[in-house]
């Protein structure tokens, strides 16, 4: 019997084959809507999830002032001393690696090239703590920083303003007033949330201390950079630092923190999360989309039933049962709805790889939300189907046999 309805539905849907195809478009749409949103959006979740893991492995950044940005309040505080950073790594079971780390902007120049660079001294634990990869050449090692060695890594963005196309290996460049050996070429990171990665030399600390800019106080470290080891409780471990340090920079128990720590783990986590609810709510109004796809299903289903009457007429005179006028009308309704829902979901997902490169985010394909789709398309089908398959199994035989 449903094989049966099935074939009669698949009739009826190729005998009106414009009406149809308008009905099932408006499914379609919002099947399409409904992939394309979640889709697109669990792609932008990944990309935020990776651009922060870009930064580094599981990643703490400790910067003294109050906080980050516009709530940034450094005037008056002390930096960090290289014992900080050293005492961290001792005393704080949860630390992997330790690096301090001194920034400064100076002009670089090579041959007739010159800008403004971004110059970092630290230790060689920072590649590993940010995740740095090399493209060419080696990283800093402990014996540069012992000596002081006035040898430097370049990222990409510093290669290609002032080396153009060429190799940057062996070749020199003065920072400052100081020449530097390029040692290592960075490779390529991208932007992030905090600029260009990319645009970065790096030197060792007492390199920068020693020939760059000076050394007059102990409170030379603007930044602690810190990677937490595998399984290690954020919070914990967040806790025990900030103890540590407040007991360092000599803080009351009535005194704010003079630091700020940021965590790359909890900020994946939260934008991650936000990301997620986003697609979410996003997703429930492209959902609304096929209630609106609905209603053109009942309205259809109501003419068909007006144009059919007579044809409903004569099968329930020769014995064919309410229920199985119900059920070919609810039959009809459903397979619009499941051939709009499919088309919908095939045709969205070739859409879907094109615009996931476009705005550069990857595409991840969910079965479940596909899947979810295409069963609320089939129960839209039922639901707005229901009522006209209903009035037609109503139908007085001797009212329908008269209808003209």
């Given at each position: 019997?449903?094989?049966?309805?099935?074939?009669?539905?698949?009739?009826?849907?190729?005998?009106?084959?414009?009406?149809?195809f308008l009905t099932v478009l408006g499914i379609f749409i919002a099947v399409?809507?409904?992939?394309?949103?979640?889709?697109?959006?669990?792609?932008?979740?990944?990309?935020?999830?990776?651009?922060?893991a870009s930064l580094g492995s599981n990643l703490l950044t400790l910067r003294?002032?109050?906080?980050?940005?516009?709530?940034?309040?450094?005037?008056?505080?002390?930096?960090?001393?290289?014992?900080?950073?050293?005492?961290?790594?001792?005393?704080?079971?949860?630390?992997?690696?330790?690096?301090?780390?001194?920034?400064?902007?100076?002009?670089?120049?090579?041959?007739?090239?010159?800008?403004?660079?971004?110059?970092?001294?630290?230790?060689?634990?920072?590649?590993?703590?940010?995740?740095?990869?090399?493209?060419?050449?080696?990283?800093?090692?402990?014996?540069?920083?012992?000596?002081?060695?006035?040898?430097?890594?370049?990222?990409?963005?510093?290669?290609?303003?002032?080396?153009?196309?060429?190799?940057?290996?062996?070749?020199?460049?003065?920072?400052?007033?100081?020449?530097?050996?390029?040692?290592?070429?960075?490779?390529?990171?991208?932007?992030?949330?905090?600029?260009?990665?990319?645009?970065?030399?790096?030197?060792?600390?007492?390199?920068?201390?020693?020939?760059?800019?000076?050394?007059?106080?102990?409170?030379?470290?603007?930044?602690?950079?810190?990677?937490?080891?595998?399984?290690?409780?954020?919070?914990?471990?967040?806790?025990?630092?900030?103890?540590?340090?407040?007991?360092?920079?000599?803080?009351?128990?009535?005194?704010?923190?003079?630091?700020?720590?940021?965590?790359?783990?909890?900020?994946?986590?939260?934008?991650?999360?936000?990301?997620?609810?986003?697609?979410?709510?996003?997703?429930?109004?492209?959902?609304?989309?096929?209630?609106?796809?609905?209603?053109?299903?009942?309205?259809?289903?109501?003419?068909?039933?007006?144009?059919?009457?007579?044809?409903?007429?004569?099968?329930?005179?020769?014995?064919?049962?309410?229920?199985?006028?119900?059920?070919?009308?609810?039959?009809?309704?459903?397979?619009?709805?499941?051939?709009?829902?499919?088309?919908?979901?095939?045709?969205?997902?070739?859409?879907?790889?094109?615009?996931?490169?476009?705005?550069?985010?990857?595409?991840?394909?969910?079965?479940?939300?596909?899947?979810?789709?295409?069963?609320?398309?089939?129960?839209?089908?039922v639901a707005f189907g229901f009522a006209p398959a209903r009035r037609a199994?109503?139908?007085?035989?001797?009212?329908?046999?008269?209808?003209?």
């Open positions: 019997m449903y094989w049966n309805a099935f074939a009669i539905a698949l009739q009826e849907i190729a005998r009106n084959r414009t009406r149809a399409a809507a409904i992939v394309t949103m979640v889709t697109l959006g669990e792609g932008a979740t990944l990309a935020v999830k990776a651009q922060i003294p002032g109050a906080g980050f940005g516009n709530r940034a309040s450094s005037a008056g505080v002390p930096s960090f001393t290289e014992e900080d950073a050293a005492t961290l790594g001792e005393q704080v079971s949860g630390i992997a690696l330790v690096a301090p780390v001194g920034t400064v902007s100076l002009g670089t120049i090579h041959q007739h090239n010159a800008r403004v660079s971004t110059v970092v001294g630290t230790t060689p634990d920072y590649f590993g703590i940010n995740r740095w990869k090399l493209a060419e050449g080696r990283f800093l090692n402990a014996a540069d920083q012992r000596d002081g060695g006035a040898v430097c890594v370049i990222g990409e963005t510093v290669r290609r303003e002032l080396f153009g196309d060429a190799d940057p290996v062996g070749s020199r460049i003065r920072i400052g007033r100081a020449s530097c050996e390029v040692v290592g070429l960075l490779a390529a990171k991208g932007q992030a949330g905090m600029g260009d990665q990319d645009d970065t030399l790096i030197l060792p600390l007492s390199a920068l201390q020693r020939r760059l800019v000076g050394r007059t106080s102990r409170h030379d470290i603007n930044q602690i950079s810190i990677s937490a080891r595998d399984g290690t409780d954020s919070l914990a471990l967040i806790a025990e630092i900030t103890r540590i340090l407040r007991v360092r920079r000599h803080l009351r128990p009535d005194q704010d923190n003079d630091f700020n720590l940021f965590d790359t783990r909890q900020i994946a986590e939260t934008l991650g999360a936000t990301t997620q609810l986003m697609t979410l709510l996003l997703g429930a109004v492209a959902g609304v989309s096929l209630v609106v796809g609905g209603i053109g299903i009942m309205n259809i289903m109501l003419v068909s039933v007006a144009e059919r009457t007579r044809e409903i007429g004569i099968r329930l005179a020769i014995g064919a049962t309410a229920r199985e006028v119900l059920l070919q009308f609810l039959v009809e309704a459903v397979t619009l709805s499941c051939i709009g829902g499919l088309i919908g979901i095939f045709l969205t997902l070739g859409l879907c790889v094109g615009l996931a490169r476009v705005i550069q985010v990857p595409f991840h394909f969910n079965a479940g939300i596909n899947l979810l789709a295409f069963l609320f398309s089939a129960g839209v089908g199994a109503r139908l007085n035989p001797i009212d329908a046999l008269r209808h003209e």
